[in-house]
């Protein structure tokens, strides 16, 4: 008999809260704050902080860091608004950094 497998998962790294599905990737080549970074279109079991202007290395962004609902660990940032018209389609994605999540049902 086949056994049944859930969706493929990222946990926070810090308590296995599931914070997105493999499915919600949109790239693997960002760079965060510590090291590489996925771009997801959702998030899910995440708070999102405050809004502020970062100049990052593609440009200047409104983010806001979000983090693990369950344990506040800082896994990445929701970008709220690109200023440069070829970075408009990062406007409500989030970048959660490799370093702070990990697999689950691969």
């Not at 080549?29 to 100049?55: C, P, T, W």
């Not at 994605?93 to 702070?100: A, P």
């Amino acid at each position: 008999m086949a056994e049944l497998i859930g969706p493929r998962l990222y946990s926070c790294c810090n308590c296995r809260n599931h914070v997105a599905l493999h499915d919600d990737v949109i790239s693997k080549a960002f760079q965060g704050r510590h090291g590489r970074a996925f771009l997801f279109s959702h998030a899910m079991n995440v708070g999102v902080g405050a809004k502020e202007d970062r100049q990052l290395m593609t440009g200047l962004h409104t983010v806001a860091d979000v983090h693990c609902s369950d344990c506040r660990e800082v896994l990445g940032w929701k970008y709220e608004r690109a200023y440069e018209e070829t970075q408009k389609y990062k406007e409500g994605k989030f970048i959660l950094e490799k370093s702070k999540i990990v697999k689950e049902n691969w």
